[in-house]
């Protein structure tokens, strides 16, 4: 049966692409002290279709380990008059009794293992190996795309000068200046110039834009890849 994972791994890639747009508009408005314009719609990108990816997988879960194996007369009856409605199971409660990715028990037991590890790895804010990923976010990603809420930015009035520009010949950073360490002191090269600018959150969880977006696409693509990569070769 065919599968998704090519539709997927090109949102994954388009994701990206939007992430990079966004960072390039983000450090350009911030240089030139004018409102990121177009920083709204590059992060609603990153965000649904970094979500979509897993709306995708959910569904070839389904339509190839669970619908052609399962003995489960409930679910094939329901399937056949359009009552099936399976989204990815972020959460154990979709992988148990009554559930229907719950029927992998049967069908595909490791595959059922891998994806209650990484809703436990969610209600436990794990991080992902080899990462500074916290599975918790995946959470606040699914809720912020599908409350629709990815479509407002909150500049940080009281905080007008929260981040450091800092311009080099050789780069560009940004930095919280809440993160500092020992107060406001920065150590740079002769020359370098630094700038207080206006930090960028969600208002829906409060994240600065560029940090959840880059979560988004980048964490997605690790989870989705992986799974693909495992399940669906």
Known sequence: MATRKNDVLSKLDYASDRFNALMTELFTAKKEGRDPKSLVHAA?????????CF???????LETYILPLSRNKKILDNHSQGKVKAYFPFYESQLKKNAIYAELRNTNPVLHQRLLKFAIDIKNN???SDTLFECGMFEELKDIVNQKKHDRLVALISKQEAELFIEQPESTILIPRDGLQGGNIVAVNPGTKISKVVEYRFEHNKREV???CMFAHRATSIVVRGIYDDFFN
């Open 44 to 52: 609603a990108d990153v965000l649904s279709n970094s979500r979509e």
């Open 55 to 61: 709306d995708y997988l959910g569904q070839d879960i």
């Open 126 to 128: 794990k991080r992902i």
């Open 210 to 212: 560029a940090e959840f």
